[in-house]
């Protein structure tokens, strides 16, 4: 067993090749299971957003607070507010990140790939066009 006293953990800002706009994010856990599962915290700034990417093995996100915007490949950008789950199949092309209005957080949780040793494949950011097109 591992207990982690959250309430006492810090933010970390996210990389800048990872996001547009401020962001914050909490590592809540790792299962250590043969694909490990990642549980993370993030925190949006009102417009901030994920690159574009794919996870191998997929991606649910669990809406904790405010408007999430999500762009998946070929599809009209969507909206899910708190209390939505979102799922990602493998390697299906995709964003998200805050609306205009204010800040939200979610839960995401990915595996990563035992064969390539990667939860996430980060590409190019996403450009204020494809973040608004809604």
Known sequence: MKLRRLKTSTSDPGPADWFTGQTWMEDLGTLPTPAPTRILRVTFAPGARTAWHT????QV????????RIGREGEPV???VA???VEFAPDERHWHGAGRGRLM???AVQATDPGAGKETLWEEHVNDDEYGGA
Not at 55 to 58: E, F, R, S, V
Not at 61 to 68: Q, S
């Open 55 to 58: 996870h191998p093995l997929g």
């Open 61 to 68: 996100l669990y809406i904790l607070d405010g408007v999430a």
């Open 78 to 80: 969507c909206e899910a």
């Open 83 to 85: 209390g939505d789950s």
């Open 105 to 107: 957080t979610h839960l």
